[in-house]
């Protein structure tokens, strides 16, 4: 009879044993969780996503109906080309006046070499520089026409050019492109579900990386500091406990009452700081799941 309580109690010393951890404070994992929503309205045509799905940034996921934006760009285009297409061409109308320039001075030119022998009189010579000069007028005067011609079918044209621009922001908007990587969460829409601006679509966290929120006492709070490495233990589901290496990144600077899911209520009227560690996931460690801190505080 002695052996057997010998026995047990033994076993309940190693199970002891293998059940003890040092923990200096303990808390519960979280996430940078995004929440994607639509930019568009219309039908959801294609949404390729899955919960528990890994997404990279820029990938595109799915798209929202986009035919009429699209019809309604090709509409402002066709008005764009009608409205160009009564632009004149200036170098074919100014072409029988430059002919005519041409010609003047040439007769001009064999003008000023008669009177120089004395072959034609001053008012010949006169004369054809006064209609050479007049041709001149008469060019300037058509190019002014017709800049100021191409400049309001310009005008006319820059308006439609920005409708077209804000067409393509908005197609551009109509593709849903996943802006961060990450782990899908939550899913909020199925594929042709009618969508509206800012109507969530999923909700999605990076958990290469996880965040433990813990918090400690005003005493522990002399022996721990940025950038230092702590242990961060968690259940291995065989009643033991695995370790990971954690990053403390933020120490808060105020105090706060212990939150309720962490300590008894007695331990929660004690005044705590939050500090953040971040933890290296091989895909077991969950948000929300609870796990403790050894600070290497010795006792």
Known sequence: MIKYILFFACSLLLTSCKTQKTSDASGAFEAVETIISADANGKLMQFDIEEGKT??????????????????????????????????????????????????????????????????????????NAQVSLIQKQIESQKKNLSITNGSLDAQVKPLQVQINQLNDQLAKCKIINPVNGTVLTKYAEQNELVNTGKPLYKIADLSIITLRAYITNDQLAHVKLNSKVKVLTDDGKGGFKENEGLITWISDKAEFTPKTIQTKDER????????????????????????????ISK
Do not use: F
């Open 55 to 128: 997404l990279e940034a820029g990938k595109t996921i799915g798209y929202v109906d986009s035919v009429q934006l699209y019809l309604k760009k090709i509409q402002l285009q066709a008005q764009i080309n009608a409205t160009l297409a009564q632009k004149p061409d200036v170098s074919s109308q100014l072409a029988p006046l430059y002919t005519q320039l041409e010609a003047a001075k040439k007769e001009q030119n064999r003008l000023t070499n008669l009177v120089a022998a004395n072959a034609a009189n001053q008012k010949q010579l006169d004369d054809i």
């Open 269 to 296: 009227a004690n005044l705590v700081y939050a500090i953040k560690i971040t933890v290296k996931n091989d895909g077991q460690l969950k948000i929300g799941m609870y796990a403790e801190v050894s600070l290497g």
